[in-house]
């Protein structure tokens, strides 16, 4: 079973940036895709970008392109993602999720608890 936990969430101003951080234990990290999600209040949890299992493959949700990238450290079992050119609609509660196969765009089916991001106008 592995276990997600996410931090690096917080308040930041429209135009700032913020990096969330997810550390992965109880399972081969380096082995499964990795993403994250994120869920707006009164919204469906949303897709927004994933890598692949060596990091040689990501994608992105359009809304996010050119503002956020994603990365991962199978030496130190963690993932991150970089936020930068922050928007209100940005504001969510940002969740990490470990895939059931090494490839992106696929499957998760391991959740973190979530951190909190906040940008204001």
């Known amino acids: 079973q592995v276990q997600l936990v996410e931090s690096g969430g917080g308040l930041v101003q429209a135009g700032g940036s913020l990096r969330l951080s997810c550390a992965a234990s109880?399972?081969?990290?380096?082995?499964?895709?990795m993403a994250w999600f994120r869920q707006a209040p009164g919204k469906e949890r949303e897709f927004v970008a994933d890598?692949?299992?060596?990091?040689?493959?990501?994608y992105y949700r359009d809304s996010v392109k050119g503002r956020f990238t994603i990365s991962r450290d199978n030496a130190k079992n963690t993932v991150d993602l970089q936020m930068n050119s922050l928007k209100p609609e940005d504001t969510a509660v940002y969740y990490c999720?470990?895939?059931?196969?090494?490839?992106?765009?696929?499957?998760?089916?391991?959740w973190g608890q979530g951190t909190q991001v906040t940008v204001s106008s």
């Open positions: 890598i692949s299992w060596n990091g040689g493959t990501t």
């Open positions: 109880g399972r081969t990290f380096s082995l499964y895709a």
């Open positions: 999720a470990a895939g059931s196969s090494p490839f992106a765009g696929g499957e998760y089916d391991r």
